[in-house]
């Protein structure tokens, strides 16, 4: 994706957050959703709204779908570089 792609793909996954949040079994979608937000508030350098975006996923993550070890991998890295770039 080009730069000037990531603010709209972030607009897009914050109106699925959204969407998800109001399901009644949505608390997967919505983690994976934050999951997505923290890559593309990562690539705008946008890293403490990354950082609080992969933390609510993990969180979601570790009650919801405690199983589901690829996504929380993922998410742990998202949230290992959000830190460290706050450095």
Known sequence: RSAEDWPA???DVRRMANVAA???DGKTLLANARM????SL????KFQDAEA???ES??????????D???MINTR?????ALLAQD
Request: glycine share 6%.
């Open 9 to 11: 793909m972030e607009a």
């Open 22 to 24: 109001a399901l009644p």
């Open 36 to 39: 997505m937000l923290a890559a």
């Open 42 to 45: 990562f690539v705008q350098r």
């Open 53 to 55: 975006a992969a933390r």
């Open 58 to 67: 993990l969180d979601l993550l570790q009650r919801h779908a405690p199983g």
């Open 69 to 71: 070890s690829r996504t």
């Open 77 to 81: 890295m998202y949230l290992g570089q």
